[in-house]
Every structure is written in structure tokens, then in C-alpha cells.
């Protein structure tokens, strides 16, 4: 679910611009999982771009408290989410703590790096949701830590099915800044594809793992 739609329109112009998202269906891109994808998006160039980042730790910090309350911590998803997720706690004057993907091997053993009290309301910010399987496990570590985690704030969602599956499974509620709808009908608008890529495009969202095989 996203927050609004003139900040998830201006959300996804401004990833548009900086290239954070890539949409190229001609040449697909292949991810980690071995999917291959029509759009790449690496969301953590917003830290390089004053303007973006700013705008971008703002409307998470003004929409974080409209639909959750003011957090006692924010808690930022290594690695990708730990820049704007400190930036969000500076900006809500909150504490700040980061989840690894798995507990540490040495030292401490942690998996939640930082100071966490049990009972403690915590947002969860994530850069981007695919699945919703990694991002979850964090919110797993950190209810074992003893954290009350209210829901999570990422900038940008694919919108698969599954994702939402998960979230309502794991009882977490997800509100993204932007997501693949507004980025689609942004793009078009504004001829960043043609209405013969947009096809392709929304051909792979609704079977992703199966697309070009």
C-alpha cells in the first residue's frame, strides 16, 4: 500500500531520473534469485543525490508518523536501507539500530547491531520489496529481540502477490513510498518506454520467476 499518490508519482519520477530504477525490456537484466527482469532497481543511489535523499527521508518521516505514531526506533534493513533508515531517525529525533541478514559469527552474535529495549515500538525501513522474504526475517530478529514492530516503510515495492502473502502471514503492516504501478504509468507518460514495453513490463510482474524462460 503506498502512502499517497502525489508522493508515490514524484517518488518514482525522481528514481526515474537518477537511474535508481533501469527498465530495459528489450536487453532483461538477470537477478540474484536467476529471474530474469525487464527493471533493476539499486535504491541506494538516493544517498549520492542531496535533493532525492532529502526528499525522500521527509516523506518517510511525515507519513511514518501519520500512519504508525512517532516510533521510540527506527530500524533500518542491511544493507541497503541503513543510510535512509539513520537518516529517518535523525529526522524523527529517534533512536537508530540495523538488522543484519544473520546473526554475526563472532564477537557479540548479534543480529540486530545497536541499542534495543524490549517493548520498544520500531518501524521498520526497508529500501525495496521484492518477495517480502528478507526484509521479514529481519522483522523476525527484531520481535526476538523483544521489539513491539508496528509495520515497515520502504520506498519502493514490485507488487508481486507473494509479497503481500507474506506480509499478511507475518502480520506486518507494509507502506511504500512508491510502487510498480506508478512507476509504469509515470514511465509512459513521460516516455521513458513505449506502450509496447509497458506490456512486456507488466506481462513479467504478474509471473516474474517464469517470464523468458
Not at 8 to 26: C, D, G, H, S, V
Not at 88 to 94: C, I, Q
Not at 150 to 179: C, P, Q, R, W
Request: charged content about 20%.
Amino acid at each position: 500500500m503506498i502512502f499517497n499518490k502525489h508522493t508515490a508519482e514524484k517518488t518514482a519520477e525522481f528514481l526515474l531520473q537518477i537511474n535508481a530504477i533501469k527498465l530495459n525490456p528489450r536487453n532483461p537484466f538477470t537477478w540474484a534469485s536467476g529471474w530474469k527482469s525487464p527493471i533493476y532497481c539499486d535504491n541506494r543511489l538516493i544517498l549520492s543525490f542531496p535533493a532525492v535523499r532529502n526528499y525522500v527521508r521527509d516523506e518517510f518521516s511525515k507519513n511514518i508518523q501519520k500512519q504508525f505514531g512517532k516510533p521510540d526506533v527506527i530500524a533500518g534493513v542491511a544493507t541497503g536501507a541503513i543510510g535512509i533508515g539513520m537518516l529517518v531517525a535523525e529526522s524523527l529525533g529517534v533512536p537508530f539500530v540495523y538488522v543484519r541478514p544473520e546473526p554475526k559469527k563472532h564477537g557479540r552474535l548479534n543480529q540486530v547491531e545497536g541499542f534495543l529495549q524490549k517493548g520498544q515500538n520500531v518501524i521498520v525501513v526497508e529500501d525495496l520489496i521484492s518477495t517480502g522474504n528478507s526484509s521479514l526475517l529481519a522483522v523476525e530478529a527484531l520481535r526476538e529481540a523483544g521489539a513491539n514492530v508496528k509495520g515497515m516503510a520502504a520506498i519502493f515495492t514490485y507488487g508481486f502477490d507473494v509479497a503481500e502473502t507474506n506480509f499478511k502471514s507475518a502480520h506486518v503492516d507494509l507502506y511504500t513510498l512508491s510502487n510498480y504501478q506508478n512507476l509504469l504509468n509515470l514511465a509512459v507518460a513521460k516516455r521513458y518506454i513505449t506502450e509496447e514495453e509497458e506490456q512486456t513490463l507488466r506481462e513479467w510482474n504478474v509471473n516474474p520467476s517464469t517470464w523468458n524462460i
